[in-house]
Each structure stands twice: as structure tokens, then as C-alpha cells.
């Protein structure tokens, strides 16, 4: 006899494992991604109802899972020496359904962003596409100026989506907003290569030809011009003065010695996960703090 006590006792430990899975899909990636891209879509729209937000967080994420499950297909090799308890290594999901799962986040993505506007499922598109480009179509392993340049325009696409669900008008970016964007995709484009310190093991493996790998020394020198470079250019660009402007330029200094001077994998770990993707979070509430300073709404 069909029991609704028995049910629910079959059901909800099936569910939970389910979202661990998916959590553990994306579990790298919340502080690189998830949490920079939804600080950035919240200062740069700017929020019009704290009750957007985890609609921002959300979106963000489900696109975020797409783009995890297909990196993590065309990487289960590569994840067995550098990443064992991802859901693939750990045998938690099996290849086929992973595939499975990958593809119908597509459709899925698409019917969310369009629940918002057509020009949020723009974003979801330009996501998708640039999804297939990066993983399927192997861009991930070419020379890294084109690795760094689909990347840029990865994240820029979910920074653009981001903040149309955030904003006021989920068809329309403010100039503000639009303005943050063409800078957030050049700061991703010139210092991507910082989440690829930690993992040249794994890329020399895989034959991957990231900055790097081919110019150890010179990769870790172009952080601290780039990053440096950038604190110059948007501490009087976003009008932060020193109450402001100080505190991002001793971080700016801090993160770009961290990769100059420490050099162990354990270290490019630490720099990487926590004090660049803290420094550019602070890049992207920079528009936050001009709207704050020259009290504007708009």
C-alpha cells in the first residue's frame, strides 16, 4: 500500500543528494563567480528592491551550473589529479546523466531569462554560446590570449544579465551600468590568468598553453602592472578620493605582491580563491561607492 510517510523518506534523501550534487558542480566557483558577479550586478544596476537579490543569485547560479558541468565533462581527466571530489571524479553522477543534466540546463536558462526580458535571454545566449565555445570547442586549451579573451566575455555576458534582473528596467542597462561592464570585461581580460598559477600541473598535463606555463616570470610580473594599473585608472574614474581610494590601492598592492613573491602552489591558491576575487569584488562595488559619494540614483 502507497504510504505518503514512505514516500517522503524515499524522496527528500534523493533530493538532498541531488542539490549536493549540483552544489558540489559549482562549489569552486561561488567565490570566483557567483558572489563577484551579484556584488557587481547590485552596485552596477543599481538594486531597485532588496528583494532582487536572490533573484540575481539565482540566475547567476543556474547559468554558473551550465558552464560548470560542461567544463567539468571536457576536464574528468584533469579532475581526478587536481580536483578528486568534484561529483564526476567522485562517481557521485555518471557521465551520461552529467551530460544529460549539461544539456537541458540550456533550455532551462532560456526560459528563465526570458521569464525576466528578451534582452536577459540575449545574455543567457551570448553564456551559452560562449559556454560551447570555451569547453566543447576546446578554446580552453588554445593559446591564452584567445582563452583570456573568451573568458572576458564570458564573465562580461553574465555581468550583463546580472544586472538587467537586478535593475529597475530588466530590459535596459543604465549608462553607469553599461560603462562598469566595458571595464569589468578589460580588469577580467588583462588579470584572468591568475586562476591559472595554481593549476600548471594540471595544465602542463593537459598540454594547455596558459600565460603561465609559457612565461612563468612574466605572467607574475604583468599582475602587478595590471593590477596596479588599473587601481591608478579607476580610483579617479569613479571619483573615490582617499577615504576610498587608499584602502583599494594598499589591496590592489597587496594582491599583486602576493603573486609576484609567493609562488607555491598552496599560495597561488589562497591568492587566487581569496584576495584576488576580494579585490575584484571591490572593483565591481566601485560603482556603488561613486553613486554613494556623488548621490546619484541613476
Known sequence: ????????????????????ILYLFTKSDIKTLLIPVSCFAVASAPLSDISRVPGVVFWTWMHLLQLDVSNQLVGIEEDRYNKPNRPLPAKLITQNNAILLRWLLVPACFALSYWYSAAVLGASAAIALLTVIYNEFGAHAHHWIT?????????????????????????????????AIYVSCGVIATTIHT???????????????????????????????????????????????????????????????????LRTRADDEVSYYYWYNLWLSSVHLLPAVWRFREGYVV
Open 195 to 261: 586562476q591559472d598559477f595554481k593549476d600548471v600541473e594540471g595544465d602542463k598535463m593537459n598540454n594547455r598553453r596558459t600565460f603561465p606555463i609559457h612565461h612563468p616570470v612574466a605572467s607574475r610580473c604583468s599582475v602587478l602592472v595590471a593590477v596596479m594599473g588599473w587601481a591608478v585608472l579607476l580610483i579617479p574614474m569613479w571619483c573615490l578620493g582617499s577615504w576610498f581610494g587608499l584602502p583599494f590601492a594598499g589591496l590592489s598592492l597587496l594582491v599583486s605582491l602576493r603573486f609576484l613573491v
Open 1 to 20: 500500500m502507497f504510504s505518503l510517510d514512505s514516500a517522503a523518506l524515499r524522496v527528500f534523501p534523493a533530493l538532498g543528494r541531488t542539490l549536493k
Open 147 to 179: 582563452r583570456n579573451l573568451v573568458n572576458a566575455a564570458g564573465i562580461a555576458s553574465y555581468e550583463w544579465g546580472a544586472t538587467l534582473v537586478a535593475g529597475a528596467d530588466c530590459a535596459l542597462l543604465t549608462d553607469v551600468g553599461l560603462c
